[in-house]
């Protein structure tokens, strides 16, 4: 079994940051991709960034620039660094993990960019 613990979400004015940590445990023998994912009230889920094992990544057209995904393979850790935030970033955040045999979803972590 795979445990995520997802942390770094939060109440932020426009143009401010926030930093979310997604940390994985349990029975990982190794982690291949990490995504993290958004969904808005009323909106599907969407990819924000992805990174491989690797470190390439790949981001949505809308975060672009501002969001930036790392991750620490030895801590089983995948980070989003949101910079710049909008209003239109507002949601729920979820890390995902893919290993050898399955997938993993995070419980989600509120981003709400207000002022």
């Known amino acids: 079994q795979v445990q995520l613990v997802e942390s770094g979400g939060g109440l932020v004015q426009p143009g401010g940051s926030l930093r979310l940590s997604c940390a994985a445990s349990?029975?990982?023998?190794?982690?291949?991709?990490m995504r993290w994912y958004r969904q808005a009230p009323g909106k599907q889920r969407e990819l924000v960034a992805g990174?491989?094992?690797?470190?390439?990544?790949n981001y949505a057209d809308s975060v672009k620039g501002r969001f930036t995904i790392s991750r620490d393979n030895a801590k089983n850790t995948v980070y989003l660094q949101m910079n710049s935030l909008k209003p239109e970033d507002t949601a729920v955040y979820y890390c995902?993990?893919?290993?050898?045999?399955?997938?993993?979803w995070g419980q989600g972590t509120q981003v709400t960019v207000s002022s």
């Open positions: 995902n993990v893919a290993l050898s045999t399955a997938g993993y």
């Open positions: 349990g029975s990982i023998f190794r982690i291949y991709a």
């Open positions: 990174i491989t094992r690797g470190g390439s990544t």
